[in-house]
């Protein structure tokens, strides 16, 4: 007859045996344990139990009697909880050594920094047990991951095992149809389990795993597509657009932007481990800073840090907290406006210099996508009070380089006796930019309406052959190309951010 599930449970979880006495008093696998932990101490290790109850029990036993830093998780724990205990485990420097699951763990939660998974019971179900190896067994792992199993001999728990190893190979490969090999080997596995002491049971069930494995093996290699699998990946070209993400990414420049901003806004940020932060709300934040939760979070500008810690917000440029950041600094007026010392010698000492950010705005349907006919979103400006233009002289980098900071009084101070140099500088900027804006709003005029116009002839000559095309499509066509001329014609630029420059003399 076939084995009741609470049977099957009962004979693969030894530590169920222990009904009259402290199982982990008593059970050789936990002293096993113990003597691994403390082997392997500077190793993230994993341990996966098949209920709840053993490893609560498990991982208190660990980390009272035997000092070990271990943290616990299974159904009955918080999602909150939850996170805390793999956070916890994630954290490279003070975290726990290991964590200890029950079946839970084995599904959703990816601990690719550590490759060391002890299964203290093993599953009946084969893809229950490539689950659990699939914990460790992904993108982000640098480490071939080794798999540990502490069982009694000359028990239903070897028989599982040699029907895992010897028969399938499920431990050194994918499983690819292990439920499938398990349905058929059901009864020889369950006939073997009830009499492990049967040498020719085990024998049979092993020929006969390995047979079934072999068939499903073949019959999955049949149906591969050998040419289309050899001329689908090109490692060369593969590599190249790897580089080109990273070189992309910018992380260096990303995490220097996210440094000002931070700090700007009053957001407290502070080492966390190696390439991650942790950033919180700081007493002297006066707004609600984006996509940041009161409790804060730990985050990491690395690709391979993000992989490895599912745990850690992965900040790139297209992350709502850096797109918020970027949207904050945009439409605030925090920054749109500073005065500085320029060390030069290209202009007269005691100069005053006026650097105008102008930005190409309009008013139109977002839809119409107005922006990308247009060449410059923005025009920098660096001009004296005659109006001479010195954006060449200095670029970006070049100003940011030799500005020097003034105290916020002594600038107010400034400001306020230089009020008329710097209007006269303000109009020096506005006038430069006519034309400038002029060339542009003609550009982009010419841009769209070459594309559109291109855009109708291939319509219409396509409409002549093909019925499908409707005369509609023809007129929304030529509607948008009239809301983008006027979208175009009402575009303007508009002062954005200044900052005033006082020449001083380099060698002082």
């Known amino acids: 007859d076939a084995l009741s599930d609470e049977d099957l449970s009962h004979i693969i979880l030894p530590e169920q045996h222990f009904t009259d006495v402290d199982w982990l008093k008593h059970d050789s696998r936990v002293s096993w344990l113990v003597d691994f932990l403390k082997a392997h101490r500077d190793d993230k290790i994993l341990i996966i139990c098949a209920q709840a109850d053993t490893a609560q029990q498990l991982e208190n036993h660990l980390n009272i009697s035997q000092g070990i830093r271990s943290a616990v998780f299974h159904e009955g724990l918080s999602l909150v909880n939850r996170d805390r205990a793999a956070a916890y485990f994630a954290d490279d420097e003070d975290g726990a050594q290991c964590l200890v699951c029950s079946e839970i763990g084995s599904e959703g939660r990816n601990f690719q920094f550590s490759h060391h998974l002890v299964l203290f019971d093993l599953p009946v179900n084969p893809d229950l047990l490539e689950q659990r190896i699939g ?92 040419l289309l699998e050899r001329h689908s990946f090109n490692e060369t070209q593969a590599e190249s657009v790897v580089a080109d993400v990273e070189m992309l990414s910018r992380s260096l420049e990303l995490a220097g932007f996210m440094d000002d901003v931070f700090d700007a806004f009053g957001v407290d940020q502070h080492p966390h481990s190696t390439d991650s932060i942790i950033i919180e709300p700081g007493t002297h934040m006066q707004t609600q800073f984006p996509e940041l939760p009161d409790e804060g979070l730990t ?134 930019v006519t034309d400038m804006e002029d060339t542009l709003k003609q550009e982009a005029l010419a841009n769209m309406n070459n594309e559109l116009e291109q855009e109708y002839q291939r319509l219409s000559a396509l409409a002549k052959v093909n019925p499908n095309i409707r005369q509609q499509e023809l007129d929304y066509l030529k509607q948008r190309q009239e809301k983008l001329n006027a979208g175009i014609q009402s575009a303007s630029l508009s002062l954005d951010a200044i900052r005033v420059a006082i020449v001083t003399d380099p060698t002082n």
Request: proline share 3%; charged share 20%; with cysteine.
């Open 135 to 226: 914990r460790l067994d992904r993108i982000g792992q640098h480490h071939d991951v080794h798999i540990h199993v502490p069982y009694y001999a000359d028990t239903a728990q070897s028989i599982l095992l040699q029907w895992y190893h010897q028969g399938m190979n499920a431990f050194e490969q994918v499983l690819a149809a292990g439920q499938r090999i398990a349905n058929v080997t059901k009864p020889a596995l369950e006939a073997a389990m009830a009499e492990p002491a049967n040498q020719g049971l085990l024998d049979s069930l092993i020929q006969q795993t390995q047979e079934v494995s072999e068939q499903t093996l073949t019959e999955l290699q049949s149906g591969r597509h050998r």
């Open 299 to 432: 985050a990491t500008y690395q690709r391979h840090k993000a992989l490895g810690r599912e745990d850690m917000s992965f900040l790139t440029w297209e992350h709502p907290m850096v797109l918020g950041a970027m949207d904050m600094v945009l439409n605030s007026d925090l920054g749109n406006s500073a005065f500085c010392t320029l060390a030069t010698d290209e202009v007269k000492a005691g100069s005053l210099l006026l650097e105008a950010i102008f930005v190409m705005r309009t008013i139109s349907e977002r839809d119409l996508q107005i922006q990308r006919f247009i060449s410059e979103s923005h025009i920098r400006l660096v001009v004296d009070e005659r109006g001479k233009q010195y954006q060449t002289v200095f670029d970006e980098h070049d100003f940011n380089k030799i500005a020097g900071r003034i105290p916020r009084a002594t600038a107010q101070e400034l400001i306020r006796h230089a009020r008329g140099p710097v209007e006269n500088l303000l109009a020096q900027a506005k006038n430069a």
